[in-house]
């Protein structure tokens, strides 16, 4: 037995190595199965799906295989594949991930989310609400990643307050080699139903603590409990809401913006997909998601029921609340006044997402009109407010400066330096945008997309409303397990072609499935933000799985909602597109008749 586990520590070791070379040997049946261009593409795009979702290869460096199999395999030029890689839409992302490395130099995130939690009040309830919106509202702007990150810190700091300090002492805990961790990761340890009971055991050979014990022992046991339960529902609260708050702008999450760029390459005459549309339809979604997220956390974890309950006994629930608004008060101080490069930025960022809401938004006319047409699009927009804050001043220009030549001789630095975006910019993600494009075009050209599509129709007779709700639940589960951005990338093609049987607006079932692969609440793998709350030690797997199974439940639901409300009259979902190409009308049914020729023939 021990041989064969010491075989199967090894095989394990090397995993990413078996499944490297093992992968593309098990697909190779599809090269010779199917017809020749659309037979050699899906074998890429299966190739790369299990690459992401194994993670055998980088996520990044997986999305450069297209540079090496298409030209190979014959199905795209290389003059054809790497310019999907720069599309307008990646410098879109790239110009959002840019302006939030200023946010983050000058410290406004912290400012605004102090700022907030200071407004909302320190009831738990409260300060739940306050975290969920203000990291919602970052994530909007932020990664969500680094929304999370930031939040965490700030969690941790006032729920120390709240109650943590006691918390920690009564139960021991300091010399637990588990908490240590923790503590050295800055986060206070919660402990779990099995080390109460641990606990317990060890303090009845204690006789110094065994009176006070048995004295306070039920109280205390409540308290610890309803202390355990808030703790769990801030760490759950917070990657949850940066999820469902990327999914409000185009440039808050990678899906939204590769449903951009394949709406381009698919329907090049699509042009009601923008900033600005996409906001319209996508916040209010965010906002009763958010609220209704906040009321299931809250009842869940007994942060509403419990409060009301212990109105009467708030004496030192009052001073803890004290304490904790202090803290916040004081982590605001610190940051000192606004000084003049947090306004710039502040101004900047701003005026970045009003020059992306008006360049075109369809209602009136925007100033992207005064222009001629087809010469800017978000990108110009995102990419001209950057650049200035690479060169503007980080303080405030004085003209006595001039007159002074006693004055200090030092170069103003500029409000973002080429090293911080260099260092703070995700840059793998710009390329595995790249690699979905470029997937995409590849679907497009061999005619896989055309192919899939005519697999699909046993799902013609399918209820649109239907469709929607069932792709909403399917990439929704998937994502649980791979990557959001790789999810989306492989379901897209599919979802354009059984949006064309259906009879459908395309958008009508590429938008749920975009959004949908950002609900992933029910496992640590699901997201980033869920692994880092995960990392903290004070969650467990069932903590997740019981909270995030009705998130998903609720926001399946709210999504199918929106799509059939009003979606509807934003994207013109009740007609049939014009901007759909001609051929994609007739080539389902031409390639039908084509086969009957061949076969039966």
Not at 21 to 34: D, E, G, K, M, N
Not at 279 to 301: D, E, N
Not at 307 to 313: A, G, I, N
Request: charged content about 15%; hydrophobic content about 50%.
């Amino acid at each position: 037995m021990s041989v064969v586990g010491a075989v199967i520590k090894k095989v394990w070791c090397i995993k990413k190595y078996i499944i490297l070379v093992a992968t593309p040997l098990i697909l190779s049946p599809i090269l010779f199965t199917l017809p020749p261009q659309e037979g050699k593409c899906l074998y890429v795009v299966l190739l790369m799906a299990l690459y992401w979702c194994t993670e055998a290869l980088p996520l990044a460096v997986t999305a450069l295989l297209p540079i090496i199999l298409f030209p190979f395999m014959g199905i795209l030029p290389s003059s054809k594949v790497c310019p999907q890689y720069f599309l307008d839409t990646n410098f879109l992302f790239l110009s959002g991930l840019i302006m939030a490395a200023a946010i983050e130099e000058w410290n406004l995130h912290r400012r605004i989310a102090l700022k907030v939690l200071m407004l909302v009040g320190v009831q738990p309830s409260r300060l739940i609400l306050g975290m969920m919106i203000t990291t919602a509202f970052l994530s909007m702007w932020l990664s969500n990643t680094a929304s999370t990150a930031m939040m965490l810190p700030i969690a941790n700091a006032i729920l120390k307050s709240l109650f943590g300090e006691k918390f920690c002492e009564d139960k021991g805990m300091k010399s637990n080699e588990a908490s240590s961790v923790n503590l050295e990761n800055g986060l206070h340890p919660v402990p779990t139903e099995v080390q109460f009971l641990t606990v317990n055991e060890e303090d009845k050979d204690l006789p110094e603590k065994t009176d006070v014990n048995i004295e306070v022992h039920p109280d205390l046991i409540k308290e610890r409990q309803y202390q355990n339960n808030i703790w769990k529902a801030f760490l759950i609260s917070i990657p949850y809401s940066a999820s469902i708050g990327g999914t409000a702008t185009l440039t808050g999450t990678a899906p939204n913006l590769i449903l951009l760029g394949q709406l381009k390459s698919f329907f090049p005459g699509c042009d009601v997909v923008n900033f600005g549309s996409w906001f319209i339809f996508a916040f209010p979604l965010m906002i009763l998601f958010l609220i209704l997220g906040w009321l299931w956390i809250s009842l869940l974890h007994g942060a509403i029921r419990l409060s009301c309950k212990r109105r009467k006994k708030s004496d030192i629930r009052s001073d803890a609340e004290a304490k904790a608004r202090d803290i916040i008060q004081e982590d605001y101080r610190k940051l000192g006044p606004t000084n003049f490069a947090e306004k710039a930025v502040f101004f900047f960022f701003c005026l970045f997402a009003l020059l992306l809401f008006t360049r075109d938004p369809k209602f009136i006319p925007g100033w992207a009109s005064a222009f001629t047409p087809g010469f800017t699009s978000d990108a110009v927009t995102g990419i001209t407010i950057v650049i200035i804050l690479f060169f503007f001043p980080s303080k405030k220009p004085s003209l006595k400066w001039w007159f002074d030549l006693k004055a200090p001789n030092i170069e103003n630095k500029p409000l973002l330096s080429w090293k911080k975006a260099q260092e703070t910019v995700p840059w793998n993600i710009i390329l595995l945008l790249g690699g979905g494009f470029a997937m995409a075009k590849g679907c497009e050209v061999s005619g896989l997309s055309t192919w899939i599509g005519g697999r699909l129709q046993p799902l013609e007779g399918l209820p649109p409303a239907l469709a929607v709700l069932l792709v909403t639940i399917l990439i929704a589960s998937f994502t649980e397990f791979a990557s959001n951005t790789a999810t989306i990338i492989v379901f897209l093609p599919v979802l354009s072609e059984l949006a064309i049987r259906l009879k459908v607006n395309p958008l009508y079932l590429m938008i749920p499935g975009t959004v949908g692969c950002s609900y992933a609440f029910m496992l640590p793998v699901s997201t980033p933000p869920n692994s880092i709350a995960f990392a903290t030690g004070h969650l467990l797997v069932k903590d997740m799985a019981k909270t995030g199974f009705m998130m998903n439940l609720m926001g399946v639901l709210l999504l199918s909602l929106a799509m059939n409300t009003w979606a509807s009259s934003i994207f013109q979902l009740g007609t049939f597109p014009d901007w759909v190409p001609i051929h994609y009308h007739n080539v389902t049914a031409l390639a039908s008749n084509i086969q009957n020729l061949t076969t039966g023939g």
